[in-house]
T-cell receptor, first 114, second 115 residues
Framework: NAGVTQTPKFQVLKTGQSMTLQCAQD?????MSWYRQDPGMGLRLIHY???????DQGEVPNGYNVSRSTTEDFPLRLLSAAPSQTSVYFCASSYSSTASYEQYFGPGTRLTVT | AQSVSQHNHHVILSEAASLELGCNYSYGGTVNLFWYVQYPGQHLQLLLKYFSGDPLVKGIKGFEAEFIKSKFSFNLRKPSVQWSDTAEYFCAVNANGGSQGNLIFGKGTKLSVKP
């Protein structure tokens, strides 16, 4: 199993550009989520999904969009990039939406917005 | 709103020293508690978790944590650290009674172990 994969690993965007961060898992996990990690801030939840076709907002959803058309994929879209979105983005998945199951994290995407 | 506090931003220890990293959460209901570790350049990995039962939980690589409900704390301990424990450590809480996997993370504690 590849686990949770994320592409790209690094990305530089100009203010106003849009892009999609890809996340895929091959463990047939029901629950997937996106976090951003900023220095001194820990990880903050952006959006999450408890199954295909179901998404919801986390703590910091503004400026981001998600969809979950398949169990495997959970892309994160930046609609109009801003310097405040410079961060490291982690995707995670879990067997179930209950917290009884470990969340597995991807390797991260380091995004810089200039 | 629920929150998680990690008291130390950066801890520097020599090899063989004992480690205790503090974690406090603010939520009066049922919680599930986690410690994750992020080694340099790597993704987060689960060290240990507490759901119920024995408040002293053991994790991987010799780490353990104690849940003290009266103090809203879940401190991480290791009796003797190694250089390879150099990493950032995150405490996390699920405060929805387990109905959703959403985690609230602390800001992290960076541990540097000197050989």
């Amino acid at each position: 199993n590849a686990g949770v994969t994320q592409t790209p690993k690094f990305q530089v965007l100009k203010t106003g550009q849009s892009m999609t961060l890809q996340c895929a898992q091959d463990m047939n996990h029901e629950y997937m989520s996106w976090y951003r990690q900023d220095p001194g801030m820990g990880l903050r939840l952006i959006h999450y999904s408890v199954g295909a076709g179901i998404t919801d907002q986390g703590e910091v959803p503004n400026g981001y969009n998600v969809s979950r058309s398949t169990t495997e994929d959970f892309p994160l879209r930046l609609l109009s990039a801003a310097p405040s979105q410079t961060s490291v983005y982690f995707c995670a998945s879990s067997y179930s939406s209950t917290a009884s199951y470990e969340q597995y994290f991807g390797p991260g995407t380091r995004l810089t917005v200039t | 709103a629920q929150s998680v506090s990690q008291h130390n931003h950066h801890v520097i220890l020599s090899e063989a020293a004992s480690l205790e990293l503090g974690c406090n959460y603010s939520y009066g209901g049922t919680v599930n508690l986690f410690w994750y570790v992020q080694y340099p350049g790597q993704h987060l990995q689960l060290l240990l978790k507490y759901f119920s039962g024995d408040p002293l939980v053991k994790g991987i690589k010799g780490f353990e944590a104690e849940f003290i409900k009266s103090k809203f704390s879940f401190n991480l301990r290791k009796p003797s650290v190694q250089w390879s424990d150099t990493a950032e450590y995150f405490c996390a809480v699920n405060a929805n009674g387990g109905s959703q996997g959403n985690l609230i993370f602390g800001k992290g504690t960076k541990l540097s172990v000197k050989p």
